[in-house]
């Protein structure tokens, strides 16, 4: 079974640095990709991004190319999500995910990690 | 990109049915897949490639596709079936697009 497990909740001043993990474990495939979706309070679901590590492939949603970087690390089976300058605004529950694609019209997110919050406060 | 639309609210009694949609132009060649999230929860994949279920979600839920409209059907409504639903479908090169969600409320 794959499991999808994140790193913890994080307190963090406005202009902060921060970086997010997420394990995949159970595995079987080689080129998994893993995909970044944030979810504001009382809000719905964002696509950040989605990384695919062992072709060293990033994809970026305009709202936030430039904002975060999203990487992986096949060593570990680990994906990120990083900010260089926090801001309030990025206070939020961040998921990642396991992107399942199949061909250029049909994809799914499954499983997905149990969310870390971030909260961004002076 | 584009936008998926749903429905923000559905309320049903228990033991009835319970559909949300999910509507675009893109959905006329692209599939949906569906989530439902808990308060306080991760979302759960429940329906993807329009129609296809995976082996740990109720028979209860299902769905279909006609035209540019994504259904999730929600047979047999319980108590426990009260959640936010979210479509999602593809956007450019594994990109992912989602509905703004629909809230189902059991009377």
């Known amino acids: 079974e794959v499991q999808m497990v994140q790193s913890g909740a994080e307190v963090k001043e406005p202009g902060e640095s921060l970086r997010l993990s997420c394990q995949i474990s159970g595995n079987t495939f080689v080129n998994y990709s893993i995909t970044w979706v944030r979810q504001m309070p009382g809000k719905g679901l964002e696509w950040m991004g989605t990384t695919t590590p062992g072709d060293s492939e990033t994809y970026y949603s305009p709202s936030f190319q430039g904002r975060v970087s999203i990487s992986g690390d096949t060593s570990v089976n680990t994906a990120y999500l990083q900010w260089n300058s926090l801001r309030a605004s990025d206070t939020a529950i961040y998921y990642c995910?396991?992107?399942?694609?199949?061909?250029?019209?049909?994809?799914?997110?499954?499983?997905w990690g149990q969310g870390t919050l971030v909260t961004v406060s002076s | 990109s584009y936008e998926l639309s749903q429905p923000p609210s559905v309320s049903v009694s228990p033991g009835q049915t319970a559909t949300v949609t999910c509507s675009a132009e893109a959905l006329a060649r692209q599939y949906a897949s569906w989530y439902q999230q808990k308060p306080g929860q991760a979302p759960v994949l429940l329906i993807y490639?329009?129609?296809e279920r995976p082996s740990s979600i109720p028979a209860r839920f299902s769905g279909s596709r006609s035209g540019t409209t994504a259904t999730l059907t929600i047979s047999g409504v319980q108590a426990d079936d009260e959640a936010d639903y979210f479509c999602q479908s593809v956007d450019t090169s594994r990109g992912c697009v989602f509905g703004n969600g629909t809230s189902v409320t059991v009377l």
């Open positions: 995910a396991r992107l399942l694609q199949f061909g250029e019209s049909q994809n799914h997110l499954d499983p």
């Open positions: 490639q329009d129609t």
